[in-house]
Each structure stands twice: as C-alpha cells, then as structure tokens.
T-cell receptor, first 113, second 117 residues
Framework: GQNIDQPTEMTATEGAIVQINCTYQ??????LFWYQQHAGEAPTFLSY????GLEEKGRFSSFLSRSKGYSYLLLKELQMKDSASYLC??????????????FGAGTRLAVHP | GAGVSQSPSNKVTEKGKDVELRCDPI?????LYWYRQRLGQGLEFLIY????????KSGLPSDRFSAERTGESVSTLTIQRTQQEDSAVYLC???????????????FGPGTRLTVT
C-alpha cells in the first residue's frame, strides 16, 4: 500500500526555524512535493525533490532521502504568515504511464509572536 | 493566464439531493484530478482524467459519485442522493501530462465547499 506520515500539529516562534518531517512507504516513487495550504484556500506549490539532497529556495528548503523514505521541509526566519498547513505529497508512477499524487494528512503549523 | 477555476465556491444542499460541481482546468493541461478534503484532514484522491478518459477512478467512495470530462477541458463531479458525510471541500487540480520533473506539478483550484444539511 501507499502510506505517508507527517506530524499533525507544530508550533513555533516568529523568527525561529522549524523542520517538518515526512516519511513515506510507496511503490513507484517519482518525486516528492511540498504544498502550503492556508485555511480556506487551495494548496500552493512550495518545493519539489526527486534526487537525494537539499533544495533551497529562499527561506524554505526541502530535503529528500529516497533510501530512507524520508523528507523534511525547513522553514527559516518564520513569519506570522507562515501559519498554515504543510502537505507532503509523493508522486507515484503507475504502470499505465500516469502519475498520481499521494498526500499526507498535512501538518498544521502555528507561528506565535 | 487564468488558473484553475471551480464553481460554485459554496453549495448548501439538503440530504438526498443531487449536486454537480464544475472544474475549469488551466488551458493545455491534459491531466485533471478531483480530491476531497474533510475539515482538518488531508486530501483524499477521487479520480484522475487524462484527456477525456479516466484511467483511475479508484478513489470514488461509492456509486453515488461520478465524474466526466468533455473536450479535454471542463470536468463535472456529480454526487447523487447526497449524504451528510459528503460535506467537505472538493478540490480540482490540473497538470501537464508529463511524468518527470516539475512537469507533472498539480495546480489547484479554490475548491467548492459542500455542506449537506
């Protein structure tokens, strides 16, 4: 089966650094995405990893280890607007030649002053 | 260009009624996905379209749910005889058809919030 785990909730302080972990067990791995979703809004793309290592993009970085089935999203210099849900999604390639994203339940991050 | 649009943005219906939700994908995106998101939960895959065909309907929860897509564009998700458990946000996403890199990145619409009373 396909399974993705991430913490349900996290809290952090404005200006700090927070790391959101994601572990997965899937077949046909073809990349990992992180999406940000503010309350009542649609998910928006944050980052993409397909090879092992760290991808840095401004205040956000994402890491992938395929052998460990593990990724994390690192948010630096936290701002109040970073309060949102963060969704880990694994892209799985099926034998029919199409992709499907399998989503974790999301991590709700609350940033406090 | 325009992003993914969905209508209506909110729908309140009585139990037992049928509802139809609409999705307009980004022009040129041949792949289209429907998801359901219950309050405080993650995204639950419902169905995937490639062009006008649906190679993966595995997420449709029951035969009360159906979807179609015409002209490799607009898609409608129909829920018949709605139940209170169907209350959720229904999200549509579209992408290019590639299977590597960010080509398959999904762009989401704002969703339709369905409330069954």
């Amino acid at each position: 089966g396909q399974n993705i785990d991430q913490p349900t909730e996290m809290t952090a302080t404005e200006g700090a650094i927070v790391q959101i972990n994601c572990t997965y067990q899937t077949s046909g791995f073809n990349g990992l995405f992180w999406y940000q979703q503010h309350a009542g809004e649609a998910p928006t793309f944050l980052s993409y990893n397909v090879l092992d290592g760290l991808e840095e993009k401004g205040r956000f970085s994402s890491f992938l280890s395929r052998s460990k089935g593990y990724s994390y999203l690192l948010l630096k210099e936290l701002q109040m607007k970073d309060s949102a849900s963060y969704l880990c999604a694994v892209r799985v390639l099926f034998s029919g030649g199409y992709n499907k994203l399998i989503f974790g339940a999301g991590t709700r991050l609350a940033v406090h002053p | 260009g325009a992003g993914v649009s969905q209508s209506p943005s909110n729908k309140v219906t009585e139990k037992g009624k049928d509802v139809e939700l609409r999705c307009d994908p980004i022009s040129g995106h041949t792949a289209l996905y429907w998801y359901r998101q219950r309050l405080g939960q993650g995204l639950e895959f419902l169905i995937y379209f490639q062009g006008n065909s649906a190679p993966d309907k595995s997420g449709l929860p029951s035969d009360r749910f159906s979807a179609e897509r015409t002209g490799e564009s607009v898609s409608t998700l129909t829920i018949q005889r709605t139940q209170q458990e169907d209350s959720a946000v229904y999200l549509c996403a579209s992408s290019l058809a590639g299977t590597s890199g960010r080509v398959g990145e999904q762009y989401f619409g704002p969703g339709t919030r369905l409330t069954v009373t």
